[in-house]
């Protein structure tokens, strides 16, 4: 079964930072892009960032862009996004997501049941 | 980039037709045929409907289909059931290489 399987969410003061984590299985990591999509309490989507197959492309979203880094580890089948700088507006349930391609990340075809990331005082 | 317009919110009756638009400019819907829907139930994570403007993944019901005219793609779902209702989703590849949503139209089924 194709599953994804984010972790790192929390609580943390404003300034601070958080790494997330996304556990793939199921498919060939290796060989597809894959994309972190946010969500604000009651809120809408919002794409963060994405990343090519190989991890040589990584796009990011402005309101993240110097503040985020996305990567990626093939031989152990993880997604990562460390964030810094975190931002009271940063606080959503993030998603991480799988592309039908390899290196085009515009639409998602697996999510992972998302981990909350919470910016407070 | 400020986010595809779509409606806040939508309703049907059972068994109707009911379509979903977004609207977006000649930097994304407009210029590119990546426009992908997702649908959403509350606390639950979204999934994906439709891709390339009208192709629908495998296991998605024929009831679902995607068109595109200049900036504005739209959603239609016909023969409306009670397991429908849920929040949709429009996204669309940018010229500036990122991905934008819409803000998210809410389905009501009457």
């Known amino acids: 079964e194709v599953q994804l399987l984010e972790s790192g969410g929390g609580l943390v003061q404003p300034g601070g930072s958080l790494r997330l984590s996304c556990a793939a299985s199921?498919?060939?990591?290796?060989?597809?892009?894959m994309s972190w999509v946010r969500q604000a309490p009651g809120k809408g989507l919002e794409w963060v960032s994405s990343?090519?197959?190989?991890?040589?492309?990584?796009y990011y979203a402005d309101s993240v862009k110097g503040r985020f880094t996305i990567s990626r580890d093939n031989s152990k089948s993880t997604l990562y996004l460390q964030m810094n700088s975190l931002r009271a507006e940063d606080t959503a349930v993030y998603y991480c997501a799988k592309s039908r391609y390899a290196a085009y990340y515009y639409d998602m075809d697996v999510w992972g049941k998302g981990t909350t990331g919470t910016v407070s005082s | 980039q400020s986010a595809l317009t779509q409606a806040a919110s939508v309703s049907g009756s059972p068994g109707q037709s009911i379509t979903i638009s977004c609207t977006g400019t000649s930097s994304d819907v407009g210029d590119y045929n990546y426009v992908s829907w997702y649908q959403q139930h509350p606390g639950k994570a979204p999934k994906l409907m439709i891709y390339d403007v009208s192709n629908r993944p495998s296991g998605v019901s024929n009831r679902f289909s995607g068109s595109k005219s200049g900036n504005t793609a739209s959603l239609t779902i016909s023969g409306l059931q009670a397991e429908d209702e849920a929040d949709y989703y429009c996204s669309s590849y940018t010229s500036s290489s990122t991905v934008v949503f819409g803000g998210g139209t809410k389905l009501t089924v009457l």
């Open positions: 199921g498919f060939t990591f290796s060989s597809y892009a």
């Open positions: 990343i090519s197959y190989s991890g040589g492309s990584t």
